[in-house]
């Protein structure tokens, strides 16, 4: 299966969604904040990034915009997972190039269903 790194500050939910990723038969790395995702990004690309908005250093969409202008990490795909849900959040997150934006709490079946979407659509 696919290595996806999974960026949120939050412990509880960076677990969560790397139970539910292993079970499905992937493997996980974590980041806890945007600067921390591209610098692991950009030495080791992942299949995909699940990655919060709201974060401490650097929020997602800050992060995602430079891994999306680095031609060396610009094709992984970004999936936001995150507790905004205002249609705002969405416009940005399509416009900075992210493959898909999904709100926490996301049940682990659609989680699973949209990886394995986008893993295929690569």
């Known amino acids: 299966m696919a290595r ?3 960026v ?3 412990e509880s939910e960076a677990f969560r969604m790397i139970c ?6 992937h493997t996980c790395e974590r980041a806890h904040e945007g600067d921390e995702a591209v610098k692991l990004a950009t030495a080791q690309p992942p299949a995909l990034i699940l990655m ?6 650097q929020d997602g969409f800050g ?5 999306k202008r680095d031609p060396a990490t610009r094709d992984i795909p970004v999936v936001f997972v995150t507790s905004k ?3 705002s959040s969405k416009f940005w997150a399509e416009k900075i190039g ?6 926490k709490p996301v049940l682990p079946q659609h989680l ?5 979407r986008i893993l295929a659509e690569r």
Do not use: N, Q, Y
């Not at 992060?63 to 891994?67: E, G």
């Open 4 to 6: 996806i790194l999974v």
């Open 52 to 57: 919060d908005v709201v974060m401490g250093d």
């Open 98 to 103: 992210a493959a898909s934006f999904l709100v």
């Open 112 to 116: 699973i269903d949209t990886v394995e």
């Open 20 to 25: 539910i990723l292993e079970k499905a038969g």
């Open 8 to 10: 949120d500050d939050l």
């Open 85 to 87: 849900s205002d249609e």
């Open 63 to 67: 992060a995602c915009r430079r891994l």
